[in-house]
């Protein structure tokens, strides 16, 4: 092969002294053909070694390989053109091949990005230990449900949930047994939420270490019912008594606040359910608190 490619251009000359214009371009094309394989193939052989067993890198694998037998058969089909040898079968499966190893790795490569772009949106609008939704989503999906219901009898609620004497549990019993609760927690509003949700309109969401919101399509007394059920399904099941894995009795304090009662503005909602379980806790703990409260300053 090396002999051909040396005296090509000379062959190239004389193959191409009384041809047509057509088979002097074909015969261009070809050269340019060669040259394209022979520096894809550099490269191939250069990325091939880098490239591990992991999944993601699978696609360039295949790619690679497809180059390889791109440079292969164009290879043969210069060789053929300047030997004069019949090798038709062996080009038509080389081609055959560079097409199926191109497919697969860009096949590859496409599963593969879109699987990381829909792990991606998972992770940024979900919270990786309670699988809850993250802040950032529920702030941006509560603005999309006040704006698009009217009337202050629409049925719109928040609830604002704190684990109570949360840090005391994890500084005695140490993070993992403190997770555990807060999945436990988190397992327990997501019951709650499955029963509810029929019309798609209930949202849960980790707000923080130890806090927790849910956005119910619900107006003040149907929320007030359902934050009182949650408290008291948290109080049983986050109790030693049972679930043995509890190091001490968990409990929960609630706001709530309601669209039209309460706020007409998302932000408002949030802090006014915000304002209300900070009372709640000041009052005893484990209890749901939804009358007046004075809202401290933000600044």
Not at 65 to 87: H, P, Q, R, S, W
Not at 121 to 144: E, G, I, M, N, W
Request: net charge negative.
């Amino acid at each position: 092969m090396i002999a051909a490619f040396t005296f090509y251009p000379s062959q190239f000359l004389a193959l191409t002294s009384g041809a047509s214009r057509e088979e002097i371009l074909l015969a261009f094309i070809e050269a340019f053909n060669f040259i394209v394989a022979v520096v894809a193939l550099y490269f191939a052989v250069r990325i091939l070694p880098a490239i591990s067993r992991d999944v993601r890198k699978r696609s360039w694998l295949f790619l690679s390989l497809a180059v390889i037998m791109f440079a292969l058969a164009e290879t043969i089909g210069v060789i053929k053109e300047i030997a004069n040898v019949d090798l038709e079968l062996f080009y038509d499966i080389t081609e055959s091949v560079f097409t199926v190893l191109l497919a697969t790795g860009f096949y590859y490569l496409f599963t593969t990005e879109f699987k990381e772009m829909i792990n991606l949106r998972h992770q940024t609008t979900t919270d990786q230990l309670t699988s809850l939704y993250s802040p950032a989503f529920f702030d941006a999906y509560l603005q999309k449900r006040v704006a698009s219901v009217s009337g202050e009898d629409a049925r719109l609620s928040v609830l604002f949930l704190s684990v109570d004497d949360f840090e005391e549990y994890r500084a005695r019993h140490g993070r993992p047994e403190a997770d555990y609760v807060l999945k436990k927690v988190a397992a327990i509003i997501q019951e709650e939420t499955r029963e509810e949700g029929e019309k798609g309109d209930e949202v849960a969401c980790r707000y923080g270490a130890e806090r927790f919101t849910l956005l119910l399509g619900a107006g003040f007394g149907a929320a007030g019912n359902i934050a009182e059920r949650l408290r008291y399904s948290i109080k049983m099941e986050c109790s030693t008594f049972s679930d043995p894995r509890m190091k001490q009795n968990v409990t929960a304090s609630i706001g709530l606040a309601s669209y039209g009662r309460d706020a007409v503005i998302d932000t408002e909602l949030i802090a006014i359910a915000e304002a209300r379980m900070v009372e709640a806790v000041r009052q005893g703990k484990n209890r749901v608190f939804a009358s007046e409260v004075d809202l401290q300053p933000t600044s």
